[in-house]
């Protein structure tokens, strides 16, 4: 019986260049790589037996991409659809299971607080929707639409009346300008909070340093050795901290962060010295506005809107504080924590730059706007509407 010869392969110049660089890609598939490779060999001339040999495969599988590109070209190369596992669920399933994957469980009787996979599952085949069904097809049936309500994020109304206003007085301040006139190089902002309840847990055994293939350890079990409150405040222009560390926060604590910085300079000889504070106890209210004025007459507090003190940079420093310092936490005593946090402070004064901020005035606008367009039409007589809690969203809109 004679034997087939083989098909005569010629290249056209897109297809050589394409091929060419599929041949010798390190990210494509490597079964789409073998078969540019074939033929490129077969454009060569080369015989499918030395094909089969300089490419490690079966001479048939030679056979059949060298076929098969003759008569279709480039994309001869690529995979046949393949008909797959037959369909076990009907597309009203689908939608019946997805739809209470977008339901509180309390909505649907169950005592959960969020659905996972696995009851999902369970509760699908409790109302009868399919007769049986795992936790993975579940998983796959939600990736089609990206849904995961095993995932939560909390937010916030906006309840401060005036936060359109307070929120655009801190945001110019970062932007070196109050009222609509720039600082000076003679005036400074500085954001100033409290980190609270910074605990000296001593480790019942010593932590193991990281190796190959091995996390660092921390031992579970600990010692409390007390708490201490690390009060800072941070220059946001310069990116210079001013931390103390005191037994508890208050009026007190707070009034020394206040002369640790106001009797230093450049501050003590500035103009004006802009503090950013949050409603906190220590600083709430018109109190504490005269109270810091009468202390030092060229320093002017500015308070961020009630629940906003994100807008506050000195929590930036202070989660930089958490992850570097502080977690995974193994001191011996208070004085540890205190030598250590102070040590940081002057590391980072040594080497850091100021954040680069990008929430603007448009920004703050845009949130507003978008809180506006969700805010139910019929409100509460009691309360006042959005237009009047926002006086001067429209104006930022505008």
């Known amino acids: 019986m004679p034997v087939p010869r083989a098909r005569q392969i010629t290249l056209p110049a897109a297809d050589r260049h394409r091929l060419k660089a599929l041949a010798h890609s390190h990210t494509a598939a490597y079964q789409q790589v073998i078969r540019a490779r074939i ?24 056979r059949r991409w060298r076929g098969r590109y ?10 046949r659809k393949r008909s797959g596992r037959p369909v076990r669920f009907t597309p009203v399933q689908v939608a019946e299971v997805k739809a209470l994957a977008c339901q509180l469980p309390a909505e649907a009787e169950a005592p959960l607080s969020r659905w996972s996979c696995p009851d999902l599952a369970r509760e699908v085949i409790a109302r009868g929707i399919v007769a049986a069904i795992s936790p993975s097809t579940i998983r796959r049936i939600l990736a089609t639409d990206t849904l995961k309500p095993w995932r939560h994020q909390s937010w916030i109304f906006i309840r401060d009346p005036d936060f359109a206003v307070k ?28 980190k609270t309840s910074i605990q000296a847990r001593c480790r019942c055994h010593p932590t193991l340093p990281p190796g190959a293939a091995r996390a660092m350890r921390v031992n579970h ?5 007390g708490a201490l409150a690390y009060l800072a405040a941070y220059d946001v222009h310069r990116a210079h901290v001013i931390g103390l560390c005191q037994d508890t926060t208050g009026i007190d604590p707070f009034t020394e962060l206040v002369d640790e910085v106001m009797t230093r300079e450049p501050y003590a000889s500035a103009r004006r010295v802009f503090w950013i504070v949050d409603n906190g106890s220590s600083h ?4 504490a506005i005269n109270r810091l004025a009468k202390r030092y007459p060229n320093a002017v507090m500015i308070h961020t809107p009630v629940h906003a003190s994100w807008l506050n940079q000195v929590e930036i420093y202070f989660s930089i504080v958490q992850r570097k310092v502080v977690t995974p936490n193994d001191f011996t005593n208070l004085d ?10 002057q590391r980072y004064n040594a080497t ?13 606008a845009d949130l507003l706007a978008r809180i506006e367009r ?20 429209h104006a930022l809109a505008a």
Request: contains cysteine.
């Open 70 to 79: 003759a008569e279709q070209g480039l994309p001869g190369l690529a995979d």
């Open 221 to 225: 079990e600990y010692d409390r050795g």
């Open 167 to 194: 929120a655009t007085r801190v945001l110019d301040l970062y932007a070196r300008s109050h009222q609509g006139v720039p600082l000076g190089d003679d005036e400074y902002v500085i954001c100033a909070d409290e």
């Open 336 to 345: 540890q924590v205190q030598d250590r946090l102070t040590a940081f402070e």
């Open 352 to 364: 850091t730059r100021p954040f680069r901020w990008k929430f603007t005035p448009t920004d703050l």
């Open 284 to 287: 709430r209210g018109h109190a």
């Open 39 to 62: 033929i490129r060999d077969a454009a060569h001339g080369y015989s499918n037996q030395k094909i089969a040999a300089r490419q490690r495969v079966h001479i048939d599988t030679v």
């Open 374 to 393: 969700h805010e139910p039409k019929e409100q509460n007589p009691q309360q006042p509407s959005s237009r009047e809690r926002q006086p001067a969203a």
